[in-house]
């Protein structure tokens, strides 16, 4: 006799642009603690390489990436979305134009890192979730202090031993873009 396969529910599929290794381990926390909330979600996050750090050309990546991925896996993206770091807006205001224009377009979501991945990451740490250091270096320097054994490119498991839903809700709670993208995937 043979056995009966139960059909699992299809689970939304959502695209999750990051810069860098250290966004990918963080998003990929998102992931499974989102997951383990509610299945009924999938978050495919995608390194934006080559992106350097230019906020069009890693829009214009993500948006490369969910088209070949839409086309040949046949499915749509029920969210879109990219990680990104504020410290490089400004630079170019035609360019800056340009990327905003692209990711409305394409109902891209922008999370804004303000000024950085590590400040945002920061920003996670009981009590540290009003502070804005003014740069890059200034956020790793001040996150250093807070979390001494922190590591650039940390992985999820290791990002998880101070960073949990409780620490990614506070951080919400001052970060507007990351907030929305959060409730949007029901994970606020």
Known sequence: M??????RPQRRPVFLGCEGESER???TLIGRLREQ???DLHLDVKLLRP????PLALVQRACEIIARNERN???RYTVRAILLDSDKLGQTPTRDENMIRIAEGERLHLIW???SHEALLLRHLDGCQTLRPPS???ALTELLRRWPDYMKASSADRLSTRIGAQQIAAAASVETSLREFLRTIGFL
């Open 2 to 7: 043979r056995r009966r396969r139960t059909a």
């Open 25 to 27: 381990g963080y998003a």
């Open 37 to 39: 909330l509610r299945p």
């Open 51 to 54: 992106g350097g750090g230019d």
């Open 73 to 75: 896996h046949d499915f």
């Open 113 to 115: 890192q303000e000024p």
């Open 136 to 138: 890059a270096a200034a």
